[in-house]
């Protein structure tokens, strides 16, 4: 094995103690980090104490960080497949041959199906300019993130009302008076500044209401708790917007300048009363009354937080544009203790960071999957990425030859593995972009190692907010084993496809200072702390002066966007029927220990992370001879079963079980992880292409399994 630095970068191996500024990767939040490094070894990690909002705070899964850098459980070198896909065999290749192996099958591509026969798919957020800007120099339109099973709904539900995202708007802990939770996991499902903000402003007397059919951590610290039949918030939603107008509890200063759409709104709720909504979702009409009574007297510093992911049915879409249409009701957009509206470095008269994608030419080719054309609602900037791979099967509307997955695993990402499997073994290069072996990886023709987060430096990112700022990640210790930054990566491949403008830049200082030009920042400053702010301190937009990206410049009830789509702004809320018998809705989440299927061969994270269990409610589990602390069998409908520990419990509600994401892998050289635990994702058979028509998310919340007492002595999966 070569021990080899990555070319171009720093010489980091230096002697003595230094502290490098970074940002954690040990999930998709990526902190604000320190890292102290004693003669060329990381020996600390903590918050980045500059940044007042994380302190030296981290959580336990960033703190694991020295365990996965010094774990040699991760591919080494690239690697391509000798055998069959998926069956495990691999040659090592030195960076040239694996590069030039992809660049020969991207060329066949080409020739094949053109340039947009070509797709990526990564994790987004922060530094996304880079690959969106790799797949757009190869001509191709069809970059993607992975918000069709995270937070695609609630997008582009905002998309449809706002014009922006939900990612604008950002909650001011410090001064709300009542938080709304559907389903936001916040004390587990962890961001490390926003569980911190949302302890303290609970200290100070924040009231929350948190809405859930399981009654997780954050249920706990809620001081109301609603445990809601699966899927039916929307719902709830309508009533709860039916009893502010009736109350009157709404700003109308506020709806009579920004709002548009209020007369198909009160149509769309005029008999969805609290008492309409009782046997769908279970709470009373009762405590819906008090709880807008509630409300009334706290508005406007009341929010109603939609999360990511607002359940993942096919009204999801809805429930999270009445859930933001709930906030403009509220008038808490641009208020102290509502939602701040994130700011660009425009506002407060600076200049943004210049975009690399704007180094290549247009692509004017139409996306593969129909967002922004076909489906209107749709954001084009992310896409929807299981049309994808319902084009790979059916080569409509055109073919699709070469898939590079970089920094996501849609083995373990997407619904049903194996109707995964079965679209991507139709093309002609699967290529994993990882700093492990994941599943996807595992499946791949050809795995790239992307040196860690600590070995490696990424473009600068420009992050919107009340006070905008730049933040880098620097490359803190030298990589251990042939690996490469993602830069250089995409960089190489472009080179060799003969598309090479876009990226050529012969060291990530070089990156830099491109995106810093005409800034006011230089290389220097943004080393010196990692996090640059762009204001000294946050200023409101005046509240007579707002302007969203809407066409109409207003708060769109009667959106624009789904007219466009033929699709109803407030369609009839479904009715759910209520599984019985052996069969439940599954739902899942997340330990705050473990970060999707991305962690559990951590050594150290591998000890702590709870035991997956199986919650069922009491009632239903007698009756099937379930008993808690006993084995169950588990099944999707498809070919994988599994064995799981039932936990016999009333915080599940009646309807459905929950487990937690992230176990359940199958790649043998992750011997930590491996066959530890069910695979939900396996579970969820037939649901790749079950999703939300308006949001595009898929329906993952929908899945129905059968639950039964395992044989004795039954075979695990
Ligand atoms: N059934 C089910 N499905 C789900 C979910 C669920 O709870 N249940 N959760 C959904 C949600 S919310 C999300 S966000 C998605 C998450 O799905 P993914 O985005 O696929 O998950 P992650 O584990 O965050 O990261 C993806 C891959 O990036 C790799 N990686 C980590 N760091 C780096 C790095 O520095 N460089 C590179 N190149 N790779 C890196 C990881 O090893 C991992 O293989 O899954 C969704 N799908
Ligand atoms: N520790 C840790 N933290 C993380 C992550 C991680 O992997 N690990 N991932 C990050 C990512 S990518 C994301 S997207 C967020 C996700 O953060 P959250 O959005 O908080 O998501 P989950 O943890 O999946 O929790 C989902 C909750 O929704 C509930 N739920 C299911 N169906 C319904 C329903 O119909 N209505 C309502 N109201 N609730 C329902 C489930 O019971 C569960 O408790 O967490 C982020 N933070
Ligand atoms: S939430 Fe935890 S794992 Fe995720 S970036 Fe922050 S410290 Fe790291
Ligand atoms: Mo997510």
Redesign the pocket.
């Known amino acids: 094995m070569t021990t080899k630095m990555a070319p171009n970068v720093r010489s980091v191996g230096v002697p003595g103690k230094r502290t490098v500024y970074s940002m954690c990767?040990m999930?998709?939040v990526r902190c604000p980090m320190e890292v102290t490094v004693e003669d060329g070894k990381v020996s600390w990690l903590q918050g980045n104490t500059r940044d007042k909002a994380i302190g030296a705070s981290l959580c336990a899964k960033g703190a694991a960080g020295i365990a996965f850098e010094y774990d040699d459980q991760r591919p080494q070198t690239p690697l391509i497949r000798t055998g069959a896909r998926g069956a495990g065999q691999w040659r090592r290749a030195s960076w040239d041959e694996a590069l030039n192996y992809i660049a020969d099958k991207l060329k066949d591509t080409v020739e094949a199906y053109g340039a947009r026969g070509i797709a990526l798919s990564d994790?987004g957020g922060f530094f996304n300019d880079l690959a969106r800007t790799f797949v757009k120099a190869l001509g191709s339109p069809n970059y993607f993130n992975?918000d069709a099973?995270?937070g695609g709904n609630v997008h582009n539900a905002a998309r449809s009302i706002f014009g922006f995202s939900h990612a604008a708007l950002v909650p001011d802990f410090n001064q709300a008076k009542h938080m709304v939770l559907y389903g936001r996991n916040i004390v587990e499902s962890l961001m490390v500044k926003e569980v911190k903000a949302f302890t303290a402003a609970m200290s100070r007397g924040m009231r929350c209401t948190y809405i859930d059919p399981r009654a997780s951590a954050t249920a706990c610290r809620a001081t109301r708790y609603w445990q809601v039949r699966p899927n039916s918030d929307y719902a709830l939603n309508l009533a709860i917007i039916h009893e502010v107008l009736k109350q009157e509890a709404y700003d109308k200063d506020f709806v009579e300048r920004y709002v548009s759409g209020m007369d198909a709104l009160r149509a769309a709720v005029k008999d969805t009363t609290p008492e309409w909504q009782e046997s769908h979702t279970g709470v009373s009409a009762q405590q819906l009354r008090e709880f807008v009574t509630e409300i009334a007297g706290q508005a406007p510093q009341v929010i109603f937080n939609p999360g990511?992911?607002t359940a993942r049915h096919k009204q999801s879409f809805h429930v999270s544009r009445t859930a933001l249409i709930l906030n403009a009701l509220m008038g808490n957009l641009e208020t102290p203790g509502g939602y701040v509206i994130a700011k660009r470095p425009q506002y407060y008269g600076r200049n943004n960071l210049k975009p690399l994608a704007a180094r290549a030419p247009a692509v004017t080719e139409p996306r593969v999957d129909g967002a922004g054309t076909t489906h209107p609602t749709w954001d084009p900037a992310i896409g929807m990425l299981h049309q994808l791979f319902a084009a790979m099967e059916t080569a409509q509307p055109y073919g699709v030859g070469a898939y590079i997955a970089?920094?996501?695993?849609?083995i373990?990402?997407?619904?049903d593995a194996e109707a995964v499997k079965r679209a991507l073994d139709k093309l002609k290069l699967i290529v994993s972009?990882?700093?492990?072996y994941?599943e996807?990886?595992w499946f791949a023709d050809v795995i790239l190692p992307?040196s860690?987060?600590l070995e490696r430096a990424n473009i600068l990112a420009g992050l919107p907010g009340p006070v905008p700022v730049f933040v880098m990640r620097d490359q803190a210790i030298a990589p251990r084993f042939d690996s490469r930054p993602?830069w250089w990566i995409f960089r190489e491949i472009l080179r060799r496809s003969g598309n090479k403008e876009a990226l050529d830049f012969e060291t990530v200082e070089e990156i830099w200072n491109y995106q810093l030009e005409g800034t006011g920042v230089t290389v220097a400053e943004m080393r010196e702390s990692g996090v640059v702010s762009l204001a000294a301190a946050p200023k409101l937009a005046p509240r007579d002066a707002l302007k969203f990206l809407t066409p109409s410049g207003k708060i769109e009830i009667d959106s624009e966007l789904l007219k466009k789509a033929g699709l109803p702004a407030f369609p009839p809320y479904e009715v759910k029927e209520a599984p019985t018998g052996e069969r439940f809705n599954l739902l899942?989440?997340?330990p705050s220990t473990l970060?999707?299927?991305?962690s559990l061969n951590n050594p150290l994270l591998k000890e702590i992370a709870p035991e997956q269990l199986l919650w069922i409610h009491p009632d239903r589990a007698g009756p099937l001879g379930i008993r808690d602390g006993e084995e169950v069998e588990i099944s999707g409908g498809g070919a994988y079963v599994g064995q799981i520990k039932a936990r016999v419990t009333p915080l599940i509600h009646r309807e459905a079980v929950f487990m937690l994401?992230g176990y359940g892998a199958t790649v043998p050289l992750a011997t930590r992880a491996l066959g530890v635990g069910v695979a939900?994702?396996r579970l969820?058979h037939g649901k790749l292409y079950d999703f939300d028509p308006a949001g595009g998310g898929n329906a993952?919340t929908e899945t129905i399994v059968r639950i039964k007492p395992a044989a004795a002595g039954g075979a695990k999966s």
């Open positions: 990767g999930c998709a994790r992975h099973t995270c990511w992911m970089y920094r996501h695993d849609p373990t990402a997407m619904p972009i990882d700093v492990r994941s996807t990886g992307e860690t987060y993602a899942f989440g997340r970060a999707h299927g991305q994401h939900d994702q969820q993952l």
